[in-house]
C-alpha cells in the first residue's frame, strides 16, 4: 500500500528570516589559528562557523568561484535517463513512474526562493557536497491526486485506487506523484550525533533529528577542508603584496635646501615638494637637489610563486589536475588532465544516482507499488569515452560467433532506453539490388 509522505515543519519563514538577518562575513578577521579552530570543530560535528566561512570563500575567492562552478556544473550536462533491471510489464511501469518524477519535480533554495529549476538544478546543488562534505535537501512531497491504475480487467474498465498492492498486474498506471526539494545551508545542522539534525534555531547548539523520508542527503568529499587552508595561505602573501604595492608603488621624493630651518626660501622650498609629491616626501637642510626613493630588486618578490601556488591545489583539489598542465605543448599533461576530470565526472554522476535511487526513488516506488521489489533506478549521465567502434566490433564478433546478447544490456551500455509498449519503431533500409541491364 502507498507509504506515508512526510513532511517537516523545521523550515518555517522566521527560521529562514533570522538566518539572513544572522548572517556575516568571517573573512576579514579569519587568521590561520581561527581557520583552525573552526575545522575542528567541525570535524566534533559543529557546522555553523566553517559553513559560513567556506560559502563565504567560494562566492568570494576568484579561483575557487571558477573551479568550484565547473564541477558542479559537468554532472548535470549530459542528461539523465531511467533504466530498468529487467523487460518486464512491472518494471516498464517503474520506469513510467519515476520519468514523470523526475521530470516534474522542483528544486529551489530555501534563502534564495527565487532560485528555482528542475533536476538539472537539483544536481548542482547536490554536488554542493563535493566541497562542504554534506548538501542537505527538505522534500516536501506533492501528491497530484488520487492514483490512477489501470487493472486491466476482463471488461476493459478502469478503476481508481488510493492503496496499491504490492503486486501489479496491470499493464498501465499514471504517475500521481512530485516533491519540491528546498536546498538548506549547512550552517543550519550539527553531527555531533554521528547523523545530521537540525538546529531549529540560528545559534542553537544541538539539533533535532531528521524525519525519514523526509531530507535529501547528499555526503561528498569534503573538499573545501584542504582548499580552505589552502585558501589561507594565498590570502597572506596577497596582503603582504598589497601592503607592499601601497607603500612602495609609487617612489617618495627627498628635496635638500641650503635655506636655513623656517626661513622664507626653507617653506617655499618644504611648499614646492608637498605640492609635487602626494604622500611620501620629505626635506633636508643640506644642498639644492631634489631625488626619487624607491625600494631596491623591483619584481614580485616571493608573493607572486606562493599565491600562484595555492591557487594550483586549489584547482587539482576540484578539477583533478593543474589546469596549467593543458597548454598547447604539454601533451602529456592535457591528456593526464582530461583523465583525472573524467575520474571525477564519473565518480560524481555515479554518487548523484545513488543518492537519489537510495533517498528518493524507492520512496516514490512505494507510495505507487507497496513493496514490490525496485526494478528501475535513475542513472545520470557523464561524458562517454568508451571506443564505441571497439564496442561494436566485439557485438559483432559475439553475434557471428552464435553468443547470447541481451537486448536490455546492448542498449544500456549504448545508453539507449528501451521503446515504450506501443511506440513506432526503426526499421532497417533494406536497399534494393541494382537491376541487369538488357542487352
Same mark, same amino acid.
Given at each position: 500500500?502507498?507509504?506515508?509522505?512526510?513532511?517537516?515543519?523545521?523550515?518555517? $519563514?522566521?527560521?529562514?528570516?533570522?538566518?539572513?538577518?544572522?548572517?556575516?562575513?568571517?573573512?576579514?578577521?579569519?587568521?590561520?589559528?581561527?581557520?583552525? *579552530?573552526?575545522?575542528? @570543530?567541525?570535524?566534533? %560535528?559543529?557546522?555553523?562557523n566553517?559553513?559560513?566561512?567556506?560559502?563565504?570563500?567560494?562566492? #568570494?575567492?576568484?579561483?575557487?568561484?571558477?573551479?568550484?562552478?565547473?564541477?558542479?556544473? @559537468? !554532472?548535470?550536462?549530459?542528461?539523465?535517463?531511467?533504466?530498468?533491471?529487467?523487460?518486464?510489464?512491472?518494471?516498464?511501469?517503474?520506469?513510467?513512474?519515476?520519468? &514523470? &518524477?523526475?521530470?516534474?519535480?522542483?528544486?529551489?533554495?530555501?534563502?534564495?526562493?527565487?532560485?528555482?529549476?528542475?533536476?538539472?538544478?537539483?544536481?548542482?546543488q547536490?554536488?554542493?557536497?563535493v566541497?562542504?562534505?554534506?548538501?542537505?535537501?527538505?522534500?516536501?512531497?506533492?501528491?497530484?491526486?488520487?492514483? *490512477?491504475?489501470?487493472?486491466?480487467?476482463?471488461?476493459?474498465?478502469?478503476?481508481?485506487?488510493?492503496?496499491?498492492?504490492?503486486?501489479?498486474?496491470?499493464?498501465?498506471?499514471? $504517475?500521481?506523484?512530485?516533491?519540491? &526539494? #528546498?536546498?538548506?545551508?549547512?550552517?543550519?545542522?550539527?553531527?555531533?550525533?554521528?547523523?545530521?539534525?537540525?538546529?531549529?534555531?540560528?545559534?542553537?547548539?544541538?539539533?533535532?533529528?531528521?524525519?525519514?523520508?523526509?531530507?535529501? !542527503?547528499?555526503?561528498?568529499? %569534503?573538499? *573545501?577542508?584542504?582548499?580552505?587552508?589552502?585558501?589561507?595561505?594565498?590570502?597572506?602573501?596577497?596582503?603582504?603584496?598589497?601592503?607592499c604595492?601601497?607603500?612602495?608603488?609609487?617612489?617618495?621624493?627627498?628635496?635638500?635646501?641650503?635655506?636655513?630651518?623656517?626661513?622664507? /626660501?626653507?617653506?617655499?622650498?618644504? /611648499?614646492?615638494?608637498?605640492?609635487?609629491?602626494?604622500?611620501?616626501?620629505? !626635506?633636508?637642510?643640506?644642498? +639644492?637637489?631634489?631625488?626619487?626613493? /624607491?625600494?631596491? +630588486?623591483?619584481?614580485?618578490?616571493?608573493?607572486?610563486?606562493?599565491?600562484?601556488k595555492?591557487? #594550483?591545489?586549489?584547482?587539482?583539489?576540484?578539477?583533478?589536475?593543474?589546469?596549467?598542465?593543458?597548454?598547447?605543448?604539454?601533451?602529456? %599533461?592535457?591528456?593526464l588532465?582530461?583523465?583525472?576530470?573524467?575520474i571525477?565526472?564519473?565518480?560524481?554522476?555515479?554518487?548523484?544516482?545513488?543518492?537519489?535511487?537510495a533517498?528518493?526513488?524507492?520512496?516514490?516506488?512505494?507510495?505507487?507499488?507497496?513493496?514490490?521489489?525496485?526494478?528501475?533506478?535513475?542513472?545520470?549521465?557523464?561524458?562517454?569515452?568508451?571506443?564505441?567502434?571497439?564496442?561494436?566490433k566485439?557485438?559483432?564478433?559475439?553475434?557471428?560467433?552464435?553468443?547470447?546478447?541481451?537486448?536490455?544490456?546492448?542498449?544500456?551500455?549504448?545508453?539507449?532506453?528501451?521503446?515504450?509498449?506501443?511506440?513506432?519503431?526503426?526499421?532497417?533500409?533494406?536497399?534494393?539490388?541494382?537491376?541487369?541491364?538488357?542487352?
Open positions: 500500500m502507498n507509504s506515508p509522505l512526510p513532511h517537516s515543519d523545521l523550515v518555517t $519563514p522566521e527560521r529562514i528570516q533570522l538566518s539572513i538577518r544572522a548572517r556575516f562575513n568571517p573573512i576579514p578577521s579569519l587568521t590561520p589559528q581561527l581557520l583552525g *579552530m573552526y575545522l575542528e @570543530s567541525f570535524r566534533l %560535528g559543529f557546522f555553523r566553517i559553513a559560513l566561512t567556506w560559502d563565504a570563500m567560494e562566492r #568570494r575567492d576568484y579561483k575557487i568561484q571558477a573551479v568550484a562552478s565547473k564541477r558542479k556544473k @559537468s !554532472v548535470a550536462r549530459h542528461g539523465w535517463e531511467i533504466l530498468t533491471l529487467e523487460d518486464s510489464p512491472a518494471a516498464r511501469r517503474q520506469k513510467l513512474v519515476l520519468e &514523470f &518524477f523526475y521530470n516534474h519535480l522542483t528544486a529551489t533554495n530555501a534563502l534564495e526562493e527565487n532560485e528555482t529549476g528542475g533536476l538539472a538544478l537539483l544536481i548542482r547536490m554536488m554542493d557536497a566541497g562542504k562534505r554534506y548538501a542537505v535537501h527538505e522534500i516536501i512531497w506533492q501528491p497530484l491526486g488520487k492514483l *490512477m491504475v489501470d487493472r486491466g480487467g476482463v471488461d476493459g474498465n478502469k478503476t481508481d485506487s488510493t492503496s496499491v498492492p504490492s503486486t501489479i498486474s496491470s499493464p498501465a498506471i499514471n $504517475p500521481s506523484l512530485t516533491a519540491t &526539494f #528546498r536546498f538548506c545551508p549547512l550552517w543550519w545542522f550539527e553531527g555531533t550525533q554521528g547523523h545530521l539534525r537540525f538546529l531549529p534555531t540560528e545559534f542553537a547548539i544541538y539539533g533535532v533529528d531528521l524525519a525519514r523520508a523526509g531530507w535529501l !542527503v547528499t555526503v561528498g568529499d %569534503g573538499i *573545501m577542508e584542504a582548499c580552505s587552508v589552502a585558501y589561507m595561505y594565498k590570502q597572506l602573501p596577497l596582503r603582504d603584496w598589497l601592503s604595492s601601497e607603500k612602495f608603488g609609487m617612489p617618495a621624493i627627498v628635496g635638500r635646501t641650503d635655506a636655513a630651518l623656517d626661513s622664507a /626660501e626653507w617653506n617655499e622650498f618644504v /611648499e614646492a615638494i608637498r605640492n609635487f609629491s602626494q604622500d611620501w616626501s620629505a !626635506v633636508f637642510n643640506r644642498d +639644492n637637489s631634489v631625488e626619487l626613493v /624607491e625600494p631596491k +630588486n623591483q619584481g614580485e618578490g616571493p608573493f607572486a610563486p606562493l599565491v600562484e595555492m591557487d #594550483r591545489a586549489i584547482t587539482t583539489l576540484w578539477r583533478g589536475a593543474d589546469l596549467g598542465t593543458m597548454s598547447a605543448h604539454n601533451a602529456a %599533461g592535457a591528456s588532465q582530461a583523465e583525472e576530470s573524467d571525477l565526472e564519473i565518480d560524481d554522476a555515479q554518487m548523484i544516482s545513488e543518492t537519489l535511487t533517498q528518493v526513488s524507492r520512496y516514490v516506488l512505494q507510495y505507487h507499488f507497496g513493496d514490490a521489489p525496485q526494478l528501475a533506478y535513475l542513472k545520470i549521465r557523464a561524458s562517454d569515452k568508451r571506443d564505441l567502434d571497439q564496442d561494436l566485439v557485438d559483432q564478433f559475439l553475434l557471428q560467433s552464435g553468443a547470447p546478447l541481451a537486448i536490455h544490456d546492448a542498449l544500456e551500455r549504448y545508453d539507449r532506453p528501451a521503446p515504450k509498449p506501443g511506440e513506432e519503431l526503426l526499421k532497417p533500409v533494406t536497399v534494393a539490388p541494382p537491376q541487369a541491364k538488357e542487352n
